[in-house]
Nanobody, 127 residues
Framework: QVQLVDSGGGLVPPGGSLRLSCKIS????????MAWFRQVPGKEREFVAG????????YYLNSVKGRFTMSRDSAGNAMHLQMNDLKPDDTAVYYC????????????????????WGRGTQVTVSS
């Protein structure tokens, strides 16, 4: 049984920073595809960042490029999302997700490709 526990959300002013973490228990590997998504009420879940394998390039939503950085540990049991220069539009519930499959690059952004999800952590950017 694979379980993901995401944490690190909170309330920050515009321009602030947060670091989200996701611990993976059960079975996992540094070859699994991992990603972060976010969702606001009334909207579809949105891809934020993804990585197909530890040590490879990460992919980002255009609006977070240069501000967010995804990382993952080499053992494959944790991932992180460093979020800097946060903006009110970044307010959402953030979810970590993973799948044992090595997705093709163009599929990394699709939530339907992921098999395991965290419960979400709220990020609120407001003054």
């Amino acid at each position: 049984q694979v379980q993901l526990v995401d944490s690190g959300g909170g309330l920050v002013p515009p321009g602030g920073s947060l670091r989200l973490s996701c611990k993976i228990s059960g079975r996992s590997s540094n070859t699994w595809t991992m990603a972060w998504f976010r969702q606001v009420p009334g909207k579809e879940r949105e891809f934020v960042a993804g990585n197909r394998r530890s040590g490879e390039t990460s992919y980002y939503l255009n609006s977070v490029k240069g501000r967010f950085t995804m990382s993952r540990d080499s053992a494959g049991n944790a991932m992180h999302l460093q979020m800097n220069d946060l903006k009110p539009d970044d307010t959402a519930v953030y979810y970590c997700a993973t799948t044992p499959r090595r997705l093709i690059t163009s599929s990394v952004r699709f939530s339907s490709e992921y098999d395991y999800w965290g419960r979400g952590t709220q990020v609120t950017v407001s003054s």
